[in-house]
């Protein structure tokens, strides 16, 4: 039976990549080497590295404006710590945006380093809206927002003007969306939501942001130190670098950013047509901020668990439970969740509605 993967991450990954991938550990480049055993300074993986930073800021729009595109250890937990020591100055003040669990997890680190103002927070409401119509100090020296939370089902819609460096979060809506990206300093997402397997980071960074802190950077986690390496100061996670530059490969093949924003603008609307027509269902996310990429929603009565439960997982779904904290369920359509798939867990939702009645 076809499975249909909801996964929050790691997650759903086309066909095609798995396959060009599994090729590759059996024999990457006709070399007659896996993938996974050959050297990252070999010419086949200088190769690979180079074209997926490329490609990185091709999709983003950001080619010749000034930007870097590094591949990092660490996930995006990492960058919560990188991100301070880089852009925080001695004596200086960040800001943040507190809309979920890991924007608190980005906050916690930056406390260590000097003054960090929250500007707004929705937690007191169980993180389930954006917070609006917040001022950004103006002598901070980065205002950090997180574009999507995966646990609560919210994505940020605009962006607040400001004069300060924004930094953001994408870890679950990178590539899934148009924007205009030149509008951010710094961008980071790990791959596991939307671009890769588990294991690396995509950082994308204005160049001229960089050494201004202060302060002694640790080498390893240096920005500069790792653009001028190339990415590769340390050993790089090869597998999973290869793996995210198939998947931008098949992005830019199906048109780029733009073609699958209006595939994941109709998966969506399906999904929450359903949710909202269907009256065993309610939303859990404020309906204005409701994610595209992550639809968290909750049956009405719980004692239709037990049947709802045992309805999807026949149809082949998988990866429905809401996160611990919030319960429910959470649909993660990501960029190779295909349409088919929403479909079917929309017609499992009205099936239900029908064996209750």
Not at 188 to 199: C, F, I, L, S, V
Not at 247 to 264: D, F, P, R, V, Y
Not at 277 to 304: C, Q, V, W, Y
Request: net charge negative; hydrophobic share 40%.
């Amino acid at each position: 039976m076809k499975k249909h993967n909801y996964s929050a991450g790691p997650c759903i990954l086309p066909q095609e990549v798995f396959e060009k991938a599994s090729q590759a550990v059996l024999n990457f480049n006709n070399s007659g080497l896996s993938i996974l055993e050959i050297s990252h300074r070999s010419k086949d993986f200088v190769a690979v590295m180079e074209e997926a930073r490329t490609l990185a800021l091709e999709l983003l729009g950001l080619e010749n404006k000034g930007y870097q595109a590094l591949f990092l250890q660490g996930g995006a937990s990492m960058e919560f710590l990188r991100i301070p020591f880089n852009l925080l100055k001695e004596n200086g003040k960040a800001s943040y945006l507190d809309s979920g669990t890991w924007a608190s997890g980005a906050i916690k680190e930056a406390k260590a380093f000097g003054e960090t103002v929250v500007v707004a927070s929705s937690k007191e409401e169980n993180y389930n809206h954006i917070p609006k119509n917040f001022e950004i100090p103006t002598d901070a020296d980065y205002f950090h927002c997180t574009s999507n939370n995966t646990i609560f089902g919210t994505q940020i819609k605009s962006l607040p003007e400001t004069n300060v460096p924004v930094v953001c979060d994408m870890s679950s809506d990178i590539f899934s969306r148009q924007l205009d990206f030149s509008k951010f300093d710094l961008i980071y997402a790990g791959a596991q939501k939307n671009m890769g397997p588990a294991g690396v980071t995509l950082v994308v960074v204005k160049e001229e942001l960089l050494g201004k802190t202060g302060r002694a950077i640790p080498s390893i986690l240096d920005y500069e130190k790792h653009i001028k390496a190339e990415s590769m100061y340390n050993t790089p996670p090869v597998f999973a670098v290869y793996t995210s530059l198939l998947t931008m490969q098949w992005l830019k093949n199906l048109g780029g950013i733009s073609a699958i924003e209006k595939i994941n603008n109709t998966k969506a609307e399906l999904l929450y047509a359903e949710i909202d027509r269907n009256p065993l269902f309610k939303g859990s996310a404020s309906i204005e901020d409701r994610s595209n990429m992550n639809a968290t929603f909750l049956l009405n009565d719980a004692s239709h668990a037990e049947t709802f439960d045992k309805m999807w997982k026949e149809a082949g779904i998988s990866g429905l439970p809401g996160h611990r904290s919030v319960g429910g369920y959470r649909a993660s359509m990501y960029n190779a969740l295909p349409l088919e798939s929403v479909q079917v867990l929309v017609d499992v939702m009205k099936e239900l509605e029908v064996t209750i009645s």
